[in-house]
């Protein structure tokens, strides 16, 4: 299985920005559509964003919409996420998923089915 490793999080104040990166190891980076989920507090972890193994295709949780971007770099073996206009209510610990393409459907990773998860990085957004 594929190795994840998240960084990027921190404090920032309401209407911030900060990119999340997710490197990936061990395995081959293409063959893995990838996604980032978050889970705050008390609540359950929850979809945010999936991007198909060759970035074509995009995928968001609509509360994220428009202020979220997922992209990929194959050759970084990376995956990233921009975070503009960040709420307090977006404050919660952000995971790195993969799902390797050829054992779960793309439309599967965005329910939550991966075969790989990295430890988490915290996003804690002040009012």
């Known amino acids: 299985q594929v190795k994840l490793v998240e960084s990027g999080g921190g404090l920032v104040q309401a209407g911030g920005s900060l990119r999340l990166s997710c490197a990936a190891s061990?395995?081959?980076?293409?063959?893995?559509?990838m996604g980032w989920f978050r889970q705050a507090p008390g609540k359950e972890r929850e979809f945010v964003a999936a991007?198909?193994?060759?970035?074509?295709?995009?995928d968001y949780t609509d509360s994220v919409k428009g202020r979220f971007t997922i992209s990929r770099d194959n050759a970084k073996n990376t995956v990233y996420l921009q975070m503009n206009s960040l709420k307090p209510e977006d404050t919660a610990v952000y995971y790195c998923?993969?799902?390797?393409?050829?054992?779960?459907?793309?439309?599967?990773?965005?329910?939550?089915?991966?075969?790989?998860w990295g430890q988490g990085t915290q996003v804690t957004v002040s009012s």
């Open positions: 998923a993969a799902a390797a393409r050829g054992s779960i459907a793309y439309p599967s990773l965005v329910r939550g089915r991966v075969d790989s």
């Open positions: 061990g395995g081959t980076f293409s063959f893995y559509n």
């Open positions: 991007i198909m193994w060759s970035g074509g295709t995009t």
